[in-house]
Structure formats: C-alpha cells, structure tokens
C-alpha cells in the first residue's frame, strides 16, 4: 500500500505563488512516474502535469506550461509542484497520484492509469 499526503495548498493572490508538495508512505514511488491532478468545482479531474520515474521528463497541460514546474527528490519519496503566476482559473483541489506500472517512458494523461490517490488540497486564488 501507498499513502500519498498533499500539503502547501491555501488561499493566495493572483499572480502569487504556491509550492505543493506531495509526500509518499508506506512503498516506495522511485521507481514510478507521479502526477498531479486537479478538480474544480463542478468539472472533470484533470491532468496539471507529471514527472517520470527518474525525474528526467516532464509534461505538464497547455494551461499551466511555462508556469508550473514538477520536481522530485527520490530520497524523501517527495514530489513538488511549484506553482508561479497564478491566476482564478487556478482555483481548484489539487490531487497528486502514482503510476499503475513502474519505470514507464511517458506521463499517462488520463487519470485511469494511476493506482493510488492522495487526499488532495485546496489552493484558492484571489483576484
């Protein structure tokens, strides 16, 4: 079994920064690509973007690119998501999830492929 606890979320002007962190108990997720998802109310889970096992690749969806940057360290069995110029369409639970198969190339984009779930946390931007 795997716990994943999401923290770092809060209330925040637009235009400010977040830094998420996601930390992993219980098994490992070295050897597992992770990513973070997000819901807004009324909307559908989607995917902000992942990292791969080693940490080496990253994919992140066209509404975040160039602002939000997913980081791991292994070692503490963390994954970060650093959030900058955040704006209201930001405004949503933020969910971090693991891989159903470890060592995969690709980030899966769709929220079938992954096995284990944190409990999420809110971020809220003011405008």
């Known amino acids: 079994q795997v716990q994943l606890v999401e923290s770092g979320g809060g209330l925040v002007q637009a235009g400010g920064s977040l830094r998420l962190s996601c930390a992993a108990s219980g098994r490992s997720t070295s050897d597992y690509a992770m990513a973070w998802f997000r819901q807004a109310p009324g909307k559908e889970r989607e995917l902000v973007g992942g990292i791969n096992w080693s940490g080496a690749r990253t994919a992140y969806a066209d509404s975040v690119k160039d602002r939000f940057t997913i980081s791991r360290d292994n070692a503490m069995n963390t994954v970060y998501l650093q959030m900058n110029s955040l704006n209201s369409e930001d405004t949503a639970a933020y969910y971090c999830?693991?891989?159903?198969?470890?060592?995969?190339?690709?980030?899966?984009?769709?929220?079938?492929?992954?096995?284990?779930w944190g409990q999420g946390t809110q971020v809220t931007v003011s405008s």
């Open positions: 999830a693991r891989d159903s198969l470890a060592g995969r190339r690709n980030i899966v984009t769709t929220k079938g492929g992954y096995d284990y």
